[in-house]
């Protein structure tokens, strides 16, 4: 599923970057017929993917609704792994879960690791199916919740670059880069649902 709404941005002007769903036939920062551009119609990049399509990766949405539509910095997230094969492992009040893949259709995913790595990294996420600790009984929202699950996964992984000392050290230094991504792309897909329009002095 691919519900990339297709953002648009360019400078026909050299100051100001136009986003838009639709190139106009005329600027709207100069009001003049568009002949050609000082930067060329490009698609902005749809920062959310669909959590199937991205094997042997760690993945991220909202807790409740979406990204695109509800998402706020000041709502929870919640984030899985997916296999090699695309089964994607969850871990909530439920216990672990494999494959609810509908309420990944639109996430962010992290390619961590090399393909070197694919082997050792299936084995942990089965020894870890296996273990009664991520059974539905011991789930408790703030000290063994997804997160705890992502970060044990990561340290029994063992890869040198996923190292990390506490959930807050995992959110910071792989997650919120990410977010603010797509914080900013969100933002901008609400008001075009409102406008024609944004101009702004950056551009993407």
Known sequence: MDNDPGIMCFRHCPAKSVFCRNVPATCPVCSSHIHDFFIIPFRVPYPLTNAGHNPTSVVIRPARGSFLEDYNAAQDLHIG?????????????????????????????????????????????????????????????????????????????????????????????????????????SSLYKVLKNQEYVISNKYV
């Open 81 to 185: 792994i997916v296999d090699s094969t695309s089964n994607i492992v969850e871990f909530d009040r439920n216990g672990l879960i494999v494959n609810n893949v509908m309420k990944w259709t639109d996430c962010v995913a992290f390619k961590v690791v090399p393909v070197a790595w694919t082997v050792q990294w299936d084995n942990t996420l089965s020894s870890m199916l296996r273990d009664p600790k991520w059974k539905s009984a011991n789930y408790n929202e703030i000290s063994m919740n997804c997160f705890d699950f992502v970060l044990e996964f990561f340290n029994i992984l063992s890869y040198e670059d996923l190292k990390f000392t506490s959930k807050e050290d995992l959110c910071r230094r792989l997650i919120l880069s990410k977010i603010q991504n797509v914080i900013k792309y």
